[in-house]
């Protein structure tokens, strides 16, 4: 069974950091990109940061462009976002979530998903 | 950024009926359109790829359309899991700029 369960959410206050993980089982970690993508309180869904599955390549929305970076150790199975300079903003649940398709072939969706992990910015 | 409007922002019908559900693009995003699936207190689930290609798992009366900048979701014979939030999805950019639409919430009439 393909599970993915994040870990590292909490309380941080602005100005602050915070590193969230991913631990992955269930299909070869190192053959897939993967996401993070989060939610506001009652809001809609952000996409974050993805990842190859190599770790070669990285992408970021512009609103975390600079203060938060993505990484994976396949060795761990485990994927993670370092997060800096906290806003109030950044508060929302973080998930996790697999990208279909491997190899040379890569879809930009998102097929499988952790229930999350809640970061929030005190000011 | 390619910004996704989604259409209605509530959808109030029966079980049984059929929804339709809207995504506009601000510009052409070609067929690189996804849908998810969300319910209170879980993550999404992914229904629908490439704007008519079904997940792994997902019942046939799910079905997707359209390309450009026009696509809907139709769910043929709405059963009560049915009952949820939908997000559109677009991956046109490169590097890719991922964004989502607000959401319709599909509600029990």
């Known amino acids: 069974e393909v599970q993915l369960l994040e870990s590292g959410g909490g309380l941080v206050r602005r100005g602050g950091s915070l590193r969230l993980s991913c631990e992955v089982s269930?299909?070869?970690?190192?053959?897939?990109?993967m996401s993070w993508v989060r939610q506001a309180p009652g809001r809609g869904l952000e996409w974050v940061s993805s990842?190859?599955?190599?770790?070669?390549?990285?992408y970021y929305a512009d609103s975390v462009k600079g203060r938060f970076t993505i990484s994976r150790d396949n060795s761990k199975n485990t994927l993670y976002l370092q997060m800096s300079t906290l806003r109030a903003e950044d508060t929302a649940i973080y998930y996790c979530?697999?990208?279909?398709?491997?190899?040379?072939?890569?879809?930009?969706?998102?097929?499988?998903w952790g229930r999350g992990t809640l970061v929030t910015v005190s000011s | 950024e390619i910004v996704l409007t989604q259409s209605p922002t509530t959808l109030s019908l029966s079980p049984g009926e059929r929804a339709t559900l809207s995504c506009r693009a601000s510009?052409?995003?070609?067929?690189?359109l996804g849908w998810y699936q969300q319910k209170p207190g879980q993550a999404p689930r992914l229904l629908i790829y490439?704007?008519?290609n079904r997940a792994t798992g997902i019942p046939a009366r799910f079905s997707g359309s359209g390309s450009g900048t026009d696509f809907t979701l139709t769910i043929s014979s709405l059963e009560p899991e049915d009952f949820a939030v939908y997000y559109c999805?677009?991956?046109?950019?490169?590097?890719?700029?991922?964004?989502f639409g607000q959401g319709t919430r599909l509600e029990i009439k």
């Open positions: 979530a697999k990208q279909p398709g491997s190899g040379s072939v890569l879809y930009w969706y998102f097929d499988v």
């Open positions: 990842i190859f599955g190599s770790g070669a390549g990285t």
């Open positions: 490439d704007a008519s």
């Open positions: 999805q677009q991956h046109s950019n490169w590097p890719p700029r991922i964004t």
């Open positions: 510009q052409s995003i070609n067929i690189y």
């Open positions: 269930g299909f070869t970690f190192s053959n897939y990109a």
